[in-house]
């Protein structure tokens, strides 16, 4: 088990869907915000992520780490850009 610390949230990378559900291609762009998967979310974050939800956020200053064969970046809780809904 991997857990963040401090203001800290672990994300696994999420490839975004390459077509919609009628079967329209998408196309990513350099301005492609990328998604994660929230895995663990430190003690002292004030926003109400939690684990297992999708979020936009910005890579830069994130650190990535392998654990158990599976790469994760940790992110500070600022630079959750949204938490994505249905």
């Known amino acids: 088990m991997i857990r963040a610390t401090g203001t800290r949230v ?3 990378r999420v ?3 390459s077509a ?3 079967g329209i291609i998408l196309q990513g762009g350099p301005t492609e915000i990328p998604q994660g998967r929230v895995v663990s979310v430190g003690p002292r974050i004030t926003c109400e992520v939690k684990a ?3 979020v936009e956020l910005d ?3 994130s650190a ?3 654990w158990s ?3 994760y970046y940790v992110v500070d809780e600022s630079n ?3 938490i994505v809904t249905d």
Do not use: F
Request: proline share 0%; charged share 40%.
């Open 20 to 22: 919609t559900n009628s």
């Open 64 to 66: 990535e780490i392998t």
């Open 69 to 71: 064969e599976q790469k």
């Open 10 to 12: 672990i994300v696994a």
């Open 80 to 82: 959750l850009l949204a």
């Open 15 to 17: 490839e975004r869907e």
């Open 52 to 54: 297992d939800d999708l």
């Open 59 to 61: 890579w830069r200053g």
